[in-house]
């Protein structure tokens, strides 16, 4: 009887939703995410000096840190803490589109396309 109740418990346990889905960016380390979050800030704190913060480019900004400072704390959490890393996927995932969710995809660290757009 036990034998079947620990394949029940096999069957019914799989492994934690944190880790599957923090696979999807298996190809980022964990250096790399923190470098493109220090972008990020450092884009933020360019577009306050300049002031820039009323506009929708500050907001592509935000959002783009975000993304990569909810990566980056993942990718820094203890492995064993799919609690905190399941709630903080679960906001990048609702902040990434679904296709770029899927593919693990994530936005660059600052609103690249507006430098495109005004230069």
Same mark, same amino acid.
């Given at each position: ?10 069957? %019914? ?6 880790? =599957?889905?923090?696979? @999807? ?24 000096? %300049? ?25 820094? =959490? ?14 990048? @995932? ?23 757009? @005004?230069?």
């Amino acid at each position: 009887m036990t034998g079947w109740l620990f394949a029940l418990a096999l069957c %019914v346990d799989p492994a934690p939703a944190g880790s =599957i889905d923090l696979a @999807r960016f298996r190809w980022c380390p964990a250096a790399h995410a923190k470098a493109q979050w220090e972008f990020g800030c450092r884009h933020l704190e360019w577009l306050e000096r %300049v002031g820039g913060i009323e506009t929708d480019w500050y907001e592509d900004a935000l959002w783009c840190r975000r993304c990569w400072d909810l990566l980056d704390d993942c990718l820094r =959490i203890h492995p064993h803490d799919d609690g905190a890393i399941a709630c903080k996927l679960t906001e990048l @995932r609702r902040l990434l589109d679904d296709d770029d969710w899927r593919a693990g995809r994530m936005p660059p660290p600052g609103p690249l396309w507006r430098f495109r757009d @005004r230069y």
